[in-house]
């Protein structure tokens, strides 16, 4: 009787793999990085806080309204916002500004910061991308597309394990 149960359970697991563990609960890598606000981030440093990791490009115009948002769902909590283009290294303050100039009615205080080796190691095929991220440096919830609702930001930020 008790393999026909471990059977059962080990289909369900090939059927169902995120249903019974699969990424939610799972350590969010670690990284380090500086933002353009020229404060020091890390996986480390943000233990014991619930934060959001969004990740974007400066290409995604269509990510702009979900940055601003989210910052203004979240008024101040942690958010982080993580380039996943190489190329814009060398222009994370112009974008940072251009998202800014994008909505007059509020300012993107997160941090603007380029990690490619991140979004490839979280194998990113969409654009945006947002974790939230628990307070012990798990993942609680991935979202992939747009989120402007300020009801669904809320929902989304206030899930717990």
């Known amino acids: 009787m008790r393999s026909i149960f471990v059977s059962i359970a080990v289909c369900l697991m090939l059927i169902f793999p995120g249903c019974l563990g699969g990424e939610d609960g799972d350590p969010f890598p670690d990284f380090s990085f500086t933002g353009d606000d020229g404060e020091k981030y890390s996986k480390d ?41 190489e190329g814009d290294r060398d ?20 941090p603007f910061a380029v990690l490619p080796d991140l979004a490839s190691t979280l194998e990113i095929d969409a654009m945006p991308t947002i974790f939230l991220i628990s307070e012990e440096g798990n ?19 206030n899930q717990e394990l």
Not at 50 to 56: A, G, L, N, T, V
Not at 91 to 110: G, L, P, R, T
Not at 148 to 154: F, K, V
């Open 45 to 85: 440093s943000l233990e014991g806080e619930k934060y959001i990791i969004h990740i974007s490009a400066s290409w995604c115009p269509r990510c702009f309204k979900t940055m601003h948002n989210i910052s203004a769902a979240l008024d101040g909590e942690n958010y982080l916002i993580i380039s996943s283009d």
């Open 91 to 110: 222009i994370i303050q112009s974008w940072h500004n251009k998202v800014n100039e994008s909505n007059n009615s509020n300012d993107i205080k997160a």
């Open 139 to 157: 993942i609680i919830a991935k979202h992939e597309g747009d989120m402007t609702i300020h009801s669904e930001i809320l929902e989304f930020y």
